[in-house]
């Protein structure tokens, strides 16, 4: 088994995607189950504390260890089957995302859950029951988890098929391959309505499998993962759509959502996969503008709709009539005619989360940006509550991210450190007025190290208390992951 221990060689791995840092002794590259579980009863033996990371590409600091161990699933990289005929994929969790997405291609098949980052490891996915723009349509990760097979944070083998094992008024029975029963009390709490990934998701009689979607490796080490797969569409249209206002462009995200929900599933009417939103600030991130970006651009929306080769053109012309009635102008409107164009809009939606993150890190600053979800109707409120706010500090910020499913990311762009501390000040405020119209703290990056408070504000102490009783009946001993979601201190 492989292991580096020398701090010229682990500086990768005390670091994510948000510029949260860390510091370890050694960090494990296990090639087998059974290298993770002689890691994990070592470990569990000498109360060493373990990190698991992927592809380090998360936001939170979940990936990256505050000491002990770091236990790396890289070279857990396999696709172990793909069948066409059932439709489902089994992998392990060191897997590509983008790796995936290819093969699949390849046999007209396709994933649907489509986190921004292409570069993250399934597993990785999992741990934070991740999602993207096509959740408006599809739903989160959790929707195509099938199966799970996890090492338990004593060595001890668990798997879970969906449908299997339910919760029976908030008691949750498991049993390990050993026939060892671990029963679990669940706390009696009211998910949010909106897309949500914050602390453990739980219900009266919920499917065992889903509470440990979005757990950030806090129960358990995934080692093996059945997906569910569809047929990949066969057209798509593509769209980016310029307005003079935000509050233009709120007023179309309205409509089109309204409409694509009247009609779920449909090819030859107006139903969107996918709606993303863009301020004017945005664009200053922009690289490789696939079009010309009009003068008084106030906001802008991409969209994208599948359909058949059919009804591919009858589809466009009614959304050429949606945009004409409610004044907007087409001209000067992007619309994907090839499949090159199509990609080229991907990546300029792509473009402004990566380039943000590059300043980030280019600057030596930690993120400050929200991963609020409201409900759809509080959405206007919301935003607008964001804009002032930000405004009002003057901070600089962009605002944009996954408006279908009233998904805000404000991110502040720091101009020195010294601004940090207002901004996550500011940030606090936001997550609080997210809690108050009903929605979630964080709804596709997780809680991991850095939002920890924000997850007390969300459900209140005690719930945060009953949820971390849960870890200590499956990790009494505190090895896994120890300061995700959950400041260690609440063990205490």
């Known amino acids: 088994m492989n292991f580096k221990s020398d701090q010229s060689e682990i500086q990768d791995y005390l670091n994510d995607a948000a510029n949260f840092k860390g510091k370890c002794e050694r960090v494990y590259l296990p090639e087998s189950v059974d290298d993770i579980v002689k890691i994990v009863k070592s470990a569990n033996s000498n109360r060493k504390k373990i990190t698991v990371c992927g592809a380090r590409t998360g936001l939170t600091g979940g990936a990256v260890p505050q000491e002990g161990l770091v236990l ?117 709490i009211t998910m949010p309505k909106t897309k949500h990934s914050a602390g453990y998701y739980i219900t009266e009689n919920m499917d065992a499998i889903d509470l440990f979607i979005g757990m950030e490796g806090t129960l358990g080490i995934i080692t093996e993962i059945k997906l569910a797969l569809i047929k990949k569409p066969a057209k798509i249209i593509s769209m980016v759509i310029f307005f003079k206002t935000e509050s233009e462009a709120l007023q179309f995200v309205k409509i089109v959502r309204d409409l694509s929900k009247k009609y779920p599933g449909a090819t030859d009417k107006i139903n969107a996969r996918g709606i993303e939103f863009f301020d004017k600030n945005s664009f200053k991130f922009v690289k490789g503008s696939p079009g010309l970006i009009p003068k008084n651009t106030g906001a802008a929306i991409w969209i994208e709709q599948e359909t058949t080769t059919k009804s591919q053109d009858a589809i466009l012309e009614e959304w050429i009539t949606l945009m004409e009635t409610n004044n907007i102008n087409v001209d000067e409107s992007w619309i994907a005619l090839s499949e090159k164009e199509r990609k080229e809009f991907e990546y300029f939606r792509h473009s402004v989360p990566s380039q943000v993150n590059e300043y980030i890190s280019r600057n030596n ?63 606090k405020q936001m997550c609080i007025k997210a809690v108050e119209l009903g929605g979630t703290v964080s709804a596709e990056h997780g809680i991991g190290k850095m939002k920890r408070e924000y997850l007390v504000d969300m459900f209140g102490e005690e719930i945060v208390k009953e949820m971390a009783a849960i870890k200590k009946t499956l990790d009494p001993k505190l090895i896994l992951n120890i300061g995700n979601i959950f400041d260690p201190g609440i063990f205490n």
Do not use: W
């Not at 399934?122 to 090492?151: D, W």
């Not at 408006?403 to 805000?408: A, E, Q, R, T, Y």
């Open 72 to 188: 790396s699933t890289e070279k857990l990289n396999k696709i172990i089957k793909i069948s066409s005929e059932e439709k489902f994929a089994v992998v392990q969790p060191g897997v590509f995302l983008s790796e995936l997405n290819e093969k699949l291609s390849e046999l007209n098949l396709y994933y649907p859950p489509d986190p921004t980052e292409q570069n993250c490891f399934i597993g990785g996915t999992i741990a934070t029951n991740a999602s993207g723009a096509k959740t408006f349509k599809y739903g989160p990760t959790r929707n195509f988890v099938q199966e799970l097979s996890i090492i338990l944070p004593d060595g001890e083998m668990l798997n879970l098929k969906r449908g299997e094992v339910n919760a029976k008024n908030y008691i949750l029975s498991l049993k390990t391959e050993s026939n060892n029963v671990i029963e679990i009390g669940l706390p009696k």
């Open 365 to 427: 600053f930690r993120k400050v940006g929200t991963d609020t979800a409201v409900p759809d109707n509080k959405l206007e409120e919301y935003y607008n509550y964001c804009k002032q706010t930000a405004e009002n500090s003057g901070i600089d910020y962009v605002i944009y991210g996954h408006i279908g499913n009233s998904h805000i990311h404000l991110n502040f762009i720091l101009k020195s450190q010294q601004e940090y501390e207002p901004a996550k000040q500011l940030y």
